[in-house]
């Protein structure tokens, strides 16, 4: 189960932090940040691998947006600076299978390949 938190409205400048709760997620496996803007596709925005390797960011937010993980707690972050008002989406924490489950190390932005998605926390940026 993946449960989002920390959306909320914020101005332009601004930062918020949102957190995604990861249970019953024990091994090694990549997660992402999605976003879905009113009237446009879901897009990938930050992912990793649990296990270590490179972060993944999407132009947009590159340089503003951070993702991070908290092995300990097993949660997922997104540290988010310097807002945009086209920043404004629903943001979805999602998660892959484990390699030895059928998974992929790499942390694409293929939403096809994320199997288990959270209910979504709304940011506005005005």
């Known amino acids: 189960q993946l449960v989002e938190s920390g959306g909320g409205s914020v101005q332009a400048g601004g930062s918020l932090r949102l957190s995604c709760a990861a249970s019953?997620?024990?091994?090694?496996?990549?997660m992402a940040w999605f976003r879905q803007a009113p009237g446009k596709e879901r897009e990938g925005v930050a992912a990793?691998?649990?296990?270590?390797?490179?972060?993944n960011y999407a132009d947009s937010v590159k340089d503003r947006y951070t993702i991070s993980q908290d092995n300990a707690k097993n949660t997922l972050f997104l540290q988010m600076d310097r807002l945009k008002p086209e920043d404004t989406a629903i943001y979805y924490c999602?998660?892959?299978?484990?390699?030895?489950?059928?998974?992929?190390?790499?942390?694409?932005?293929?939403?096809?390949?994320?199997?288990?998605w959270g209910q979504g926390t709304q940011v506005t940026v005005s």
């Open positions: 019953g997620f024990s091994s090694n496996r990549r």
């Open positions: 999602a998660a892959d299978r484990p390699p030895a489950y059928g998974g992929d190390s790499w942390p694409s932005f293929n939403e096809d390949e994320y199997p288990f």
């Open positions: 990793l691998y649990t296990g270590g390797g490179v972060n």
